[in-house]
């Protein structure tokens, strides 16, 4: 009998996994396909007896969870069809979609099922944000200490379901980098989906399942690096499809017609422009509000604390255009930061006086 394997997880790890010569299903398609065009003349008037067609050895087939949409619906459907026209010794399935996972299991009830361990939150991970995150989110203190409050209960080893996490309050003061320094103090790329994009009706599709060829959410979440999600600008989403996430909020459990996941102990952080509870009840729902384990308000910046930043961000773009700036124009720059509403505000006018700096320097020089 061959050896199957499923694995369910990132492309990174499943690549660890497999051997170093294999033939892909896509390739393996196109050798089928071509066989089977090839014609056969007979010259006899003698009937010649039936033989079954030779099946094309390969030592090790490998899927990739891409390769799905790029074959005929067929193919998924009679997967296990398609296998017996191929000798093969180990076969290697990345996040395939149900259809093909009910069939291999069905066949073969000893299949090797793998999934991913991803790097789960620990007590030294709270410390090292504790001691890190008022110079990396500067003016946001208050929701610092309520964002370790939520996040301890990752840390706890019975812990089976996700933290979800609603960040609010205006644009551009931290809610976005908050994620992202977790994900680097896990040591994982963040999963970040923004919700903003999806305005159409393909959205539908995208969280409930359409074709086996069309992108999912499920299929993203299987193939994710982390443990950290990112639901950036959640409230951008119409309110009738929050209903697809409450499974996913509740238990960590997320499935379409395509595929079934479960995530434990993961750290779902949506955010939100809103600027109070009440606004966030009433347009997102209480079914999805009451959802949220951590609802944090990250309050606007004051005067010092966007000096803070700007004068942060003028060490940083010091090195990077390897110039420095006058007494004045950085005097200039001070007085113009009351006005910016937000770090990145604040990032561009930086950055913008260093670019037209360095472009009347290269005139003066000529």
Do not use: W
Request: charged share 30%; glycine share 4%; with cysteine.
């Amino acid at each position: 009998m061959s050896d199957i394997v499923i694995f369910y997880g990132s492309r990174v790890k499943f690549n660890k996994s497999i051997p170093p010569q294999y033939k892909t299903l896509t390739e393996l398609v196109y050798e089928n396909d071509r066989d089977s065009k090839n014609m056969v003349i007979q010259i006899s008037d003698q009937p010649q007896p039936k033989s079954e067609p030779e099946k094309i050895r390969v030592e090790n087939i490998v899927v990739g969870s891409d390769e799905y949409a790029g074959v005929r619906e067929h193919v998924i459907i009679n997967f296990n069809n398609f296998l017996s026209k191929f000798d093969y010794d180990r076969l290697y399935l990345h996040n395939p979609p149900l259809q093909i996972s009910n069939q291999i299991k069905r066949l073969f009830p000893e299949t090797e099922v793998h999934n991913q361990e991803y790097t789960s939150l620990d007590i030294d991970d709270l410390k090292e944000i504790n001691s890190k995150y008022d110079d990396r989110i500067i003016g946001q203190k208050s929701a610092k200490e309520k964002l370790l409050q939520a996040l301890f209960p990752v840390t706890l080893s019975n812990r089976k379901k996700p933290i979800v996490i609603l960040l609010y309050g205006m644009s551009g003061i931290g809610k976005t980098e908050t994620a992202k320094f977790i994900s680097e103090i896990i040591g994982e790329p963040l999963f970040r989906k923004q919700f903003s994009m999806y305005q159409n009706s393909q959205f539908a599709n995208y969280l409930f399942g359409g074709a086996h060829y069309e992108k999912s959410f499920a299929k993203d979440l299987l193939d994710r690096e982390s443990n950290v999600l990112l639901l950036d600008e959640f409230d951008k989403a119409h309110p009738s499809f929050h209903s697809a996430f409450y499974q996913l909020f509740d238990e960590g459990i997320y499935e379409d017609q395509n595929y079934y996941l479960e995530l434990k102990k993961s750290i779902i952080i949506c955010t939100s422009n809103y600027l109070s509870l009440e606004e966030i009840e009433e347009n997102l729902g209480s079914p999805i509000f009451y959802r949220f384990d951590k609802i944090i308000h990250f309050k606007e910046l004051t005067i010092e604390e966007k000096n803070k930043i700007g004068q942060k961000i003028l060490v940083e773009s010091s090195k990077q255009y390897e110039m420095p700036l006058s007494p004045d124009v950085r005097e200039r720059l001070f007085d113009s930061f009351i006005y910016c509403s937000n770090v990145r505000e604040i990032r561009n006018l930086i950055q913008d006086t260093f670019a037209f700096n360095a472009i009347v320097n290269e005139i003066e020089k000529e």
